[in-house]
């Protein structure tokens, strides 16, 4: 598959012709190009929907981790002779129940997620070692390979993807006021526990359907950066997650277009693509915030100033 | 005056208590909290909890919250045992601190008072109900200037009236509070204990609000519970704080001290009361880091 995207790529050199119908037509000419438009698609949705959630429940690290948890599952896969799908799956969720057990406020939560993620990296090296093949299949996993994705693959991204949607549709708003305000989501009946968990699980999911895409390493591109960028610019849940939505397609349809007429790999473009609009968003803060601190918070610099002012007028102990 | 009849008959409102506890003894494991409380609060009256660190007044709450179970005694909330999640009590647990880079508006956390605890996504058909009631909860806390600002640049008074909104737009009967005040000027102190005091008043809520200093909240209450070495009481302010019923009924030298503007002040608990109870086990899930 991948030789057949060289061959494409390669001799018959397709260049943009700026006519939109003319170009999509061309873009979706090769089956692979239809597979991966609909994968990266299809993940784009899960991530952008899961993605906000990870970041407001500030567990981007968990999100990291289990993507190699997966990894280690994944190499498994390989090295024993089962599918690397599987075994992605498996482990990310098996990885999921264990952070989500160890709950959201613990103090050692990312120690012990540290520790675990550390493990499961030791796994893949031994794995791999067992595994004497080519190591372009530890490759594709670690930067993903959306061109060669095949059509079991589109349907296993495709049930991920409903499964996703369908629990996040259910668990929203329970799940939103778990990851605000905690202590009080508890107070009012909320399961917040069992929300904790579930959801990691559904980040295991949305992992292993994100790394057939984009691959273990970068997983941020798609899972944490657009959260980070729609937590900083939208004021009400819905609006985040519509823009989190977006902005993974955007990522994800403008590298594969780019990779088809260029030799620039598809990961490295989604990410770039990705950063690069996270720098935009956190410049435009950095423009905006004058004027805010000066309206909304004054109230606790009002605060501290004279506190400043009476603690420079205090005379120190050593001082006569 | 002080010592004329027992605290617990004071102010006991005329018809069914609220919140009633009998006998209720409280505790982690095999560690007892404090035990022997009982006590009536009726229709809107204002408690203050007041007492030393880790004496075990949030653990009062969390009962009452059926969040944690009595190790003896009853506990009624209206009439029935409590239960997690009764749509009858708003709960403002202690304020930690928000992520200043949360963009939301802080009518978000208003409307997740009311629909946070419902499963699915909601109906757009709803929105403009709920928003008429979100916008109707604000305005009784006085917070319309801010309520659409982001989360992240709120102050703490004004996250407070916000989090007040957020309990009040479910219409609980019953308000509880952990230390509200904690970490307000003076200012915001006295403005969050009168808006309070109003609510309740006018909701006709039973509100029970823990608080370190007793000073802010005196112009509103009602009664006091003082909850400290295992024990709780429960009173009017005058009858409770003073250092003859404290000192007896904790076995110690207390003195309550009063400056010109009336204002009280405790000596002789806080270094006390470490002592019966190990301070690693007292404090399990009460103080959320």
New interface residues.
Partial sequence: MLSAVAHVLGSSAPSPSWNVIHDVHQLLHYAFMRHAFTAGTIVAVIAGVVGYFVVLRQSSFAAHAMSEIGFAGASGGVAFGFSAVYGLLGMSLLGAGLIGLLGKRLRGRDAAIGSVLAFSLGLVSYFLTRYKGNASGAFSLLFGEILGISVRDVWVIAISGIVTLAVMAAVYRPLLFASLDEDVAEARGVPVRALSIGFFLIVAVAVTAAVQVVGVLLIFSLLVVPGAIAERLCRTPGRAVALCVAASLVFVWSGLSITYYTKFPVGFLITALAFASYIVVRLLEVARRPSRTTGASHGTAAAVVPALGSLAGVPQPGER | MANARPADDVGTMSDRPLIALRDVAAGYGRVAVWDDATLDIGRGEFVAVLGPNGSGKTTLLRIL?G?LRPTAGTVSILGRPPR????A?G????R?PV?P?????GT??VK??L????????LPGGAARLRRRVDEAVTAVGAEA?A???IG??????LQRL?LA??IVGDPEILLLDEPLASL?VRNQVGIAHLVATLASSRGMAVMLIAHDVNPLLPVLDRVIYVARGKLTIGRPDDVITSAHLSRLYDANVEVLRDSHGRMFVVGLDDEVAHPHPPTVERPRMD??
């Fill in positions: 919250l969040l997690r999640g009764n749509p009590i709960y403002v647990p202690q930690r992520d880079e949360l963009r939301l508006a978000e956390l997740l008072g629909t946070g605890s419902r499963w699915g996504t909601g801010y659409d600002h982001p640049t709120l102050s703490g008074g004004e989090a957020q309990t000027d959320p880091c």
